[in-house]
């Protein structure tokens, strides 16, 4: 139990493009999820916390404007990278929050792979 | 805000060697650590965990140490195999991520 899946896996965009990345909760429902990016031979960055039915919280430095958060349902939330430029390649992690009686756990999608000519 | 970081970048063992992989971490207000594992290419896999009121835990082949005082925190991994090999990351409060220790084993 417990898995989150993204969409796409990979994907290659022209420069001025958006690209929209998917994160699902396949079998369970997470009011919250997150949103990381993630540089090559770098550690994950928390890009901003999504919470069904609001508005997203971006971390300091990350552009609302250009990384577009939607989390219209209890089990998906979408990334929408606008007008993507080639800085903007990099690997985009998801996670959603499993909330227990007496736990709060982050599972974590397998990554989209973001590449802008 | 919080910043976790790691001792060392890349640790090298030998098949059946126990591992330990080191994270400090400055923010005394975490009350959650946890260890991930991260596979070339793939998501994070979470490991295990431990609150900040204690300072074992213990999960199949796995150990994690936490020390207050210093802020410091270890994964201990017993008999190491291939599979062990990857990125491991220390994370507090469960969003912000150290820079992660690559684990080769060794053959």
């Known amino acids: 139990g417990a898995v989150v899946s993204q969409h796409p896996s990979r994907v290659i965009c022209k420069s001025g493009t958006s690209v929209k990345i998917e994160c699902r909760s396949l079998?369970?429902?997470?009011?919250?999820m997150f949103w990381y990016r993630q540089f090559p031979k770098q550690s994950l960055m928390l890009m901003a916390t999504?919470?069904?039915?609001?508005?997203?919280?971006?971390e300091q430095g990350v552009e609302k404007d250009k990384f577009l958060i939607n989390h219209a349902s209890l089990t998906l939330s979408t990334l929408t990278v606008t007008s993507a430029h080639p800085e903007d390649s990099s690997f985009y992690i998801c996670s959603a929050s499993l909330e227990t009686d007496s736990d709060n756990e982050q599972f974590f999608g397998p990554g989209t792979r973001l590449t802008v000519l | 805000g919080e910043s976790v970081g790691l001792h060392l970048p890349t640790l090298s063992v030998q098949e059946g060697d126990n591992s330990i992989i080191n994270c400090a971490y400055s923010n005394s207000a975490s009350d959650y650590f946890i260890w991930y594992k991260q596979e070339s290419g793939k998501g994070p896999q979470f490991i295990i965990d431990i609150r900040s009121n204690m300072d074992k835990r213990q999960g199949q082949r796995v150990t994690v140490l936490l020390n207050k005082t210093v802020k410091h925190l270890s994964l201990q991994i017993a008999a190491t195999q291939p599979g062990d090999s990857a990125v491991y990351f220390c994370?507090?409060?469960?969003?912000?991520f150290g820079s992660g220790t690559k684990l080769n084993v060794k053959p």
């Open positions: 999504s919470n069904e039915g609001s508005k997203a919280t971006y």
């Open positions: 079998d369970f429902q997470a009011t919250t």
């Open positions: 994370a507090g409060n469960k969003f912000y």
